[in-house]
């Protein structure tokens, strides 16, 4: 269920963006930046990192300063940062020499450089909060610099890192009101990414949202990714099996929820009136340390805010018990599902 970046996660109601459709992963991704990767990509991230440890780190801060102040070159480190994170590949050092390179040289960021880093930040959901707090005072100096594709990539990255203390000080809903007064400027992409954010901000600060032209065109895209919404073929194989499980024969595949913001996978009523959202979760949901990626822990917590239990499979791990015969393949959802 997943809209939101531009994947299946969330199929978005659409996956990603979906949150994205299933909430998507698109909604997780930034502007141009995201997808997480395979194993292939996986090492391609592991070959960069470790080839430039904190020497190469250092330079991307370096890099910052060349040809110097803001309208010199674009600093490394954000792209650096960014192309690891897209290809979902984590590693935590070098992520921390990145940063530490990167910090004397913030005021250097240009609008692109700071949604970049962000949303890089957020991807695998790593967080110095010194940094962040040093990254978004820069930020709201050039608020009023950042092109649509760079709010809606901030936006995203702030909900999904579910930090309310730097909406509070960013204020980028009330950057986007003041930006525009319509959806023209935004891709449908950064528009599922807004309506990601929305319906966070409304989590925790239910009268906060967008501009009802903007949110109405951010919900339209955002259900146009949900309408695309289809079962896989390993769904169905989960589903089967859910289905014969004590108090789970009304299972439904790609259920919409009551607003009909998201598409659930699987959704199961248990006897005792507990809502289970079970999200067959493929490699792209997964970054390369086998956790899940910013889009999807953002779409498993709105769901949850919706009181659904989120119940992860992964795709891979079920191929596993599935080759095993019918009794493996019955006892793990079983087990996931605590019956």
Same mark, same amino acid.
Request: hydrophobic share 40%; glycine share 10%.
């Given at each position: 269920?997943?809209? $939101? ?12 963006? #979906? ?32 080839? /430039?440890?904190k020497e190469g780190a250092a330079r991307a801060g370096d890099a910052a300063s060349s040809r ?5 070159? $674009? ?5 650096? #940062? ?6 979902? =590949? ?15 040289? *913030? ?12 949303? $890089?930040? %957020? ?34 990255? *702030?909900?999904? *890192? ?15 009101? =003041? ?10 992409? #950064? ?14 600060? @239910? ?8 949110? %109405? ?66 490699? =792209? ?5 086998r956790q899940p990626d910013g889009a999807t822990i953002m779409r498993n917590r709105l769901l949850?805010?919706? /009181? ?5 499979? @992964? ?7 599935? #080759? ?16």
């Amino acid at each position: 269920m997943q809209p $939101a970046p531009p994947g299946d996660g969330m199929k978005a109601a659409p996956d990603g963006g #979906a949150a994205s459709s299933r909430r998507g992963k698109e909604g997780a991704a930034p502007a141009r930046p995201y997808r997480s990767g395979n194993e292939k990509t996986s090492r391609a991230g592991e070959a960069a990192s470790s080839q /430039c440890g904190k020497e190469g780190a250092a330079r991307a801060g370096d890099a910052a300063s060349s040809r110097g102040g803001k309208e010199g070159a $674009a600093p490394a480190g954000p792209y650096m #940062a960014w192309a690891l994170a897209k290809l979902g =590949h984590v590693d935590a050092d070098f992520m921390d020499e990145l940063v530490g390179a990167a910090t004397p040289h *913030l005021d250097s960021f240009n609008p692109q450089n700071l949604a970049n880093m962000v949303w $890089a930040l %957020a991807t695998p959901s790593q967080v110095d909060a010194d940094f962040m707090g040093k990254l978004l005072q820069v930020a709201k100096r050039q608020l009023g610099s950042f092109n649509p594709q760079g709010l809606a990539n901030m936006a995203w990255a *702030l909900a999904a *890192l579910d930090d309310q203390n730097t909406v509070s000080v960013l204020r980028v809903d009330a950057l986007i009101e =003041h930006n525009t007064a319509s959806a023209g400027g935004f891709t449908p992409e #950064a528009r599922r990414q807004l309506f990601q954010f929305s319906l966070w901000l409304k989590t925790w600060q @239910p009268s906060s949202t967008l501009p009802p032209r903007l949110l %109405a065109d951010c919900q339209r895209a955002w259900l146009g990714e949900v309408s695309k919404t289809t079962e896989s073929r390993t769904q169905e194989q989960v589903l089967r099996v859910i289905r014969q499980l004590p108090g789970c024969s009304d299972a439904i595949s790609e259920h919409k929820t009551d607003d009909g913001l998201f598409s659930i996978g699987i959704a199961v009523t248990l006897p005792g009136g507990q809502k289970l959202a079970v999200e067959v979760d493929g490699p =792209h949901h997964f970054l390369s340390n086998r956790q899940p990626d910013g889009a999807t822990i953002m779409r498993n917590r709105l769901l949850e805010a919706d /009181c659904w239990r989120v119940v992860s499979v @992964p795709a891979t791990e079920w191929d596993g018990h599935y #080759a095993k015969g019918e009794q493996a393949a019955r006892n793990y959802p079983a087990g996931k599902l605590g019956l």
